[in-house]
């Protein structure tokens, strides 16, 4: 999680104390990442955290930049498995092995209900990380799928399956490009999963209209657009906007000594979501915007309290296919 002093543009990436030194300065800062110790038949269940919390590795400097679709997903899949756990040892708990929390607020599916009931239900995750919201929903009567970029990430769902034997099959694919049949589900959500990741949003959201049967549902929590206004600092700081809220410019880390992306972030605003919605056959129900809850200390990345009480974090979008 970021430090107080942690002001870059990611309005995602959740850094680690003290790895980051990033200067509020818009673009090409240095930022310490992560080595890459991923083998993918390397280790399994407990040993999996061992390198969580590694800061040693490229330095990365950040910027403002197009980036299309295959430059997305060649950096954020590796990143994602470099990061996976890092990401896991950090959040895990808070998550839950078979949790389903929406954002960082900690807002439930279990409080929201923003899927409807999923007894009975075909459910597919999209970007599911180590599919613990896919569990919960197993738990609840559904049959959930996971799916995602990084292989790393679903590594840490099988571990997840043996700890808590509840199973919860999984691919790793892209959000672009889904590997299921048409008419397949009745659901498909995404927990700051794979939508803010990818570049082409209107095939993604394509895809998910294929998958999706007749009248099914579709719900999907994001970074919330305004948040791009402002530096990823969880302190007051943060609280001082600095971006044009309207510029779409992906959010892009370049690998110092390759030149060669290594992460991206894309951004949207409400009302492009909303566009993008109707013109693909949706009827928003929903667009949840979760207030800091009383007595939430915890801060994952620009998320805290000094910042939650005053403007949204997270924005949950429900919408029904026609
Ligand atoms: C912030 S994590 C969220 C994971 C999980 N939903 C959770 O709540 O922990 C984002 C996930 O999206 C995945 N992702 C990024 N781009 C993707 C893509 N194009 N298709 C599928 N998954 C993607 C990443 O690998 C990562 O696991």
Same mark, same amino acid.
């Given at each position: 999680m970021a430090p107080s002093n942690c002001r870059d543009l990611a309005p995602f990436r959740a850094r680690t104390p003290g790895a980051y030194p990033v200067e509020v300065d818009q673009a090409i800062t240095p930022v310490a990442r992560p080595e890459a110790p991923i083998d993918p038949f390397g280790p399994t269940g407990s040993d999996l955290s061992s390198d969580a919390g590694s800061s040693n590795g490229p330095i990365v400097r950040a910027e403002r930049r197009t980036v299309s679709e295959a430059e997305s997903r060649r950096a954020n899949g590796p990143d994602w498995d470099r990061y996976a756990d890092e990401y896991q040892a950090t959040h895990g708990p808070f998550?839950? &092995? !078979?949790?389903f929390v929406w954002g960082p607020e900690g807002l439930t599916e279990a409080d929201l209900g923003v899927l409807g009931d999923v007894t009975g239900k075909d459910v597919l995750e999209l970007g599911?990380?180590?599919?613990q919201c896919s569990r919960w929903v197993n738990t609840q009567g559904g049959r959930a799928y996971g799916l995602d970029l990084s292989g790393r990430q679903l590594q840490h769902s099988r571990r997840l399956d043996e700890q808590t034997g509840v199973v919860v099959p999984a691919v790793q694919a892209t959000a672009t490009d889904l590997p299921f049949a048409d008419d397949s589900f009745d659901v498909v959500f995404c927990? $700051?999963?794979?939508?803010? $990741?990818?570049?082409?949003?209107?095939? *993604?959201v394509a895809e998910t209209v294929r998958v999706l049967r007749p009248g099914g549902r579709f719900a999907?929590?994001?970074?919330? @657009?305004t948040?791009?206004?402002? @530096?990823d600092d969880p302190g007051a700081e943060g609280l001082i906007a600095a971006q044009s809220y309207w510029d779409r410019t992906p959010y892009v880390e370049v690998d110092d000594e390759t030149g &060669?992306?290594?992460?991206?972030e894309h951004h949207r605003t409400l009302g492009d979501w909303v566009t993008i919605l !109707?013109? *693909?056959g949706f009827r928003i129900t929903d667009l949840v915007e979760p207030e800091w809850p009383e007595g939430h200390e915890r801060i994952w990345g620009g998320w805290s309290r000094t910042r939650g009480l005053l403007t949204p974090g997270t924005a949950i979008f429900g919408a029904n296919l026609a």
């Amino acid at each position: 999680m970021a430090p107080s002093n942690c002001r870059d543009l990611a309005p995602f990436r959740a850094r680690t104390p003290g790895a980051y030194p990033v200067e509020v300065d818009q673009a090409i800062t240095p930022v310490a990442r992560p080595e890459a110790p991923i083998d993918p038949f390397g280790p399994t269940g407990s040993d999996l955290s061992s390198d969580a919390g590694s800061s040693n590795g490229p330095i990365v400097r950040a910027e403002r930049r197009t980036v299309s679709e295959a430059e997305s997903r060649r950096a954020n899949g590796p990143d994602w498995d470099r990061y996976a756990d890092e990401y896991q040892a950090t959040h895990g708990p808070f998550l839950g &092995e !078979a949790g389903f929390v929406w954002g960082p607020e900690g807002l439930t599916e279990a409080d929201l209900g923003v899927l409807g009931d999923v007894t009975g239900k075909d459910v597919l995750e999209l970007g599911s990380g180590a599919c613990q919201c896919s569990r919960w929903v197993n738990t609840q009567g559904g049959r959930a799928y996971g799916l995602d970029l990084s292989g790393r990430q679903l590594q840490h769902s099988r571990r997840l399956d043996e700890q808590t034997g509840v199973v919860v099959p999984a691919v790793q694919a892209t959000a672009t490009d889904l590997p299921f049949a048409d008419d397949s589900f009745d659901v498909v959500f995404c927990s $700051f999963g794979a939508l803010q $990741f990818v570049s082409d949003i209107e095939h *993604a959201v394509a895809e998910t209209v294929r998958v999706l049967r007749p009248g099914g549902r579709f719900a999907f929590s994001i970074t919330h @657009p305004t948040r791009w206004m402002f @530096p990823d600092d969880p302190g007051a700081e943060g609280l001082i906007a600095a971006q044009s809220y309207w510029d779409r410019t992906p959010y892009v880390e370049v690998d110092d000594e390759t030149g &060669e992306v290594s992460y991206v972030e894309h951004h949207r605003t409400l009302g492009d979501w909303v566009t993008i919605l !109707a013109r *693909a056959g949706f009827r928003i129900t929903d667009l949840v915007e979760p207030e800091w809850p009383e007595g939430h200390e915890r801060i994952w990345g620009g998320w805290s309290r000094t910042r939650g009480l005053l403007t949204p974090g997270t924005a949950i979008f429900g919408a029904n296919l026609a």
